[in-house]
């Protein structure tokens, strides 16, 4: 009993000093002009103590302990990472990457933070700060911001803008037109029409790609899962009069 007491003591002290760090960073950072990656592993950093702090609490029950650290902490280590992801179109997928912790801080790569984009734009939440790109509003900027329908507000036109541009997770050039999304349910990696097409070997007419073509696109959460028996290599692209005639061929050459 004892030593479960001072075990929570000690956990308690943890999530309060790594708060403090937490909030100390955020300030050191806010104050100098550090490059997006240098930002990125200060905060990660941080992510990987939270994590060992959190494999102490396997031992001790941890719904006996007021939360309210641990949450503000989750927050503020999320929160920052998504001010430095751009464009807002990729924040939804990797704040579900940030927030999941089977997924190592070690794992948390800036790479799989910026692959995957979402149909919905994740606004940057905290008072008098734009929703694209997170600069604080000043007092001439409070009377000319931008606001949209979805009370969200911007410093700019092109930070505007930039909120509902959509950009393809494969080629990375701009969709103007109606995107193909590989996770459908979810609208999540979005593709432009040149890439989710190819040209039939045959006849040369435009057919989608087999579906394995973009999981691989999807690291993480489901990427992982799909990596294994990938079919993708033996693929050829046929549209189904082609491969038709391809079997009726090959039975042919048989007789
Ligand atoms: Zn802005
Ligand atoms: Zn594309
Ligand atoms: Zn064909």
């Not at 992510?47 to 503000?72: A, M, N, P, S, W």
């Amino acid at each position: 009993m004892e030593k479960m007491e001072a075990n929570k003591e000690f956990i308690f002290d943890n999530f309060q000093s790594l708060l403090r760090e937490c909030k100390s960073l955020k300030r050191k950072l806010e104050e100098d002009n550090y490059k997006e990656r240098t930002k990125f592993y200060s905060w990660t950093k941080k992510r990987k103590k939270l994590e060992l702090t959190e494999d102490y609490c396997y031992g001790i029950e941890l719904d006996h302990f007021d939360k309210k650290e641990l949450k503000q902490i989750i927050q503020l280590i999320c929160n920052e990472i998504l001010k430095l992801i751009r464009p807002p179109c990729k924040r939804k997928y990797a704040q579900r990457l940030i927030c999941d912790f089977s997924l190592s801080s070690d794992d948390l790569t800036w790479e799989k933070l910026n692959s995957v984009s979402s149909s919905q734009s994740l606004p940057i939440e905290e008072k008098n700060r734009c929703a694209t790109c997170a600069k604080k509003f000043s007092w001439w900027g409070f009377f000319s911001k931008d606001i949209d329908k979805q009370g969200n507000q911007f410093c700019s036109r092109s930070c505007r803008e930039e909120f509902n541009d959509l950009f393809c997770d494969s080629c990375k050039k701009k969709i103007f037109d109606t995107p193909y999304y590989i996770d459908k349910d979810k609208e999540e990696g979005v593709i432009c029409f040149d890439c989710v097409n190819t040209k039939c070997l045959g006849c040369r007419k435009y057919i989608p790609r087999s579906p394995d073509y973009f999981q691989k696109l999807l690291p993480g959460l489901q990427g992982e899962k799909n990596k294994s028996g990938d079919s993708a290599g033996n693929y050829l692209p046929l549209c189904k009069s082609c491969q038709a005639k391809k079997i009726n061929h090959q039975a042919e050459e048989e007789e």
